[in-house]
């Protein structure tokens, strides 16, 4: 999975991406003109694979991982090259994912790109930058094929698709609003439009206002997420980057005492997940515990292709079981004396949380 973190200058996403990754680069590169995105992975926190590993002892274990894309801030008018321009773009077209880090903190010595708090006209400036850069890549497509010597039937019917697509734009919506049948959207699928992806909402927090759970513009932001169908998580990246830096056992007082209950990567991840539909599956043995994301839905035999393509080619069955059965019971043998444990065909969909050995025939 691909997620790109955009928004205004100095609202907190190279710090989110700090969070995330790990990484330690310096905030103020992208106000100082830097232009290239930060790239880097996130490990996602499962307990399930760190259980599995206490009893098998692999000699590895691997987390889902995220791919994060930092990009520098959009301002007014980037989509047109302002700014840093649209030089973002290319970065963020491939991405599963955006996430819009919304500034809310008050701080004297960070002026905010606007000059002041506002994160509802926040999401209408960069809503409006993906819709500008989207309405130019869909006008000079109708242009080239307007303009062919040659136009098939499927450019017909591609024409007619960014045509709708140009008037919802044209009335404020961005691709995601527009009411598309699947056949539609299968056209669009080769231009990444941006303001077709999925997207989350950060609201970046400072602690007061973290532990008293109120901003500007909260209950207008709720609303807001609800009627666009879009997630809102509220974080306070400034010290949960503090907090990230200390030992486990002073990591969890802390949060404990500033009401965090869960950690920034473990809720994004979490929201990324159900809002993408995907789920994770689980194998385990003295060489590797692992867990690999799949789409909800998933069969079995198709799971195993993402394991290795020979596994799917070869597949005969799948022995599965359920990480909480698993746990309560201790080892496969026990599970297997209580048929916990089943073998099933190419047809089954995948649960998550299945702990599953394919049995397979090259």
């Known amino acids: 999975m691909k997620i790109g973190l955009i928004g205004l200058p100095t609202v907190g996403k190279t710090s989110l991406f700090n969070l995330l990754t790990g990484s330690n680069i310096e905030v103020t590169e992208f106000s100082q003109g830097k232009v290239e995105a930060n790239l880097g992975i996130a490990k996602i926190p499962d307990e399930r694979i760190d259980y599995l590993a206490g009893i098998y002892d692999p000699k590895k274990k691997t987390y889902a991982t995220i791919e994060v894309i930092d990009v520098p801030g959009l301002v007014k008018g980037s989509s047109a090259g302002k700014g840093v ?90 691709l995601n609003n527009i009411d598309l049948k699947d056949e539609e959207k299968e056209l669009l699928k080769t231009f990444s439009f941006l303001s077709e992806k999925p997207m989350i909402l950060v609201a970046n927090l400072d602690e007061v206002q973290f532990m008293e759970k109120d901003y500007p513009s909260r209950n207008a932001l709720i609303e807001f997420a609800e009627t666009a169908n879009t997630p809102l998580i509220e974080l306070c990246i400034k010290t949960e ?27 994004l991840a979490k929201t990324a997940y159900d809002h993408l539909g995907l ?76 702990i599953i050995e394919f049995r397979f025939n090259v």
């Open 85 to 174: 321009g649209n030089q973002f773009l290319d970065n963020i077209r491939k991405v599963d994912l955006l996430v819009h880090v919304l500034r809310v903190f008050e701080n004297d010595n960070v002026i905010h790109a606007e000059g002041s708090i506002d994160p509802m006209r926040d999401i209408e400036t960069i809503n409006l930058e993906l819709l500008f850069a989207d309405l130019g890549v869909i006008e000079n497509r109708i242009n080239r094929i307007e303009t062919s010597k040659k136009v098939t039937k499927e450019n017909l019917a591609e024409l007619d698709v960014l045509k709708k697509c140009r008037e919802g734009l044209e009335n404020g919506l961005l």
């Open 241 to 267: 980057l503090e907090i990230s830096e200390l030992e486990p056992e002073d990591r969890e007082i802390f949060m404990e005492e500033l009401g965090i209950k869960e950690s920034g990567i473990d809720l």
């Open 279 to 354: 789920i994770s599956f689980l194998t385990a043995g003295k060489e590797e515990v692992r867990a690999w994301t799949i789409r909800k839905g998933t069969k079995a035999k198709e799971a195993a292709g993402k394991i290795h393509s020979d596994i799917e080619k070869g597949f005969i069955r799948a022995e599965v079981c359920k990480f909480e059965d698993f746990k309560e019971h201790g080892s496969m043998a026990k599970l297997k004396e209580k048929g916990l444990a089943r073998l099933e065909g190419k047809d089954y969909v995948v649960e998550d949380g299945d």
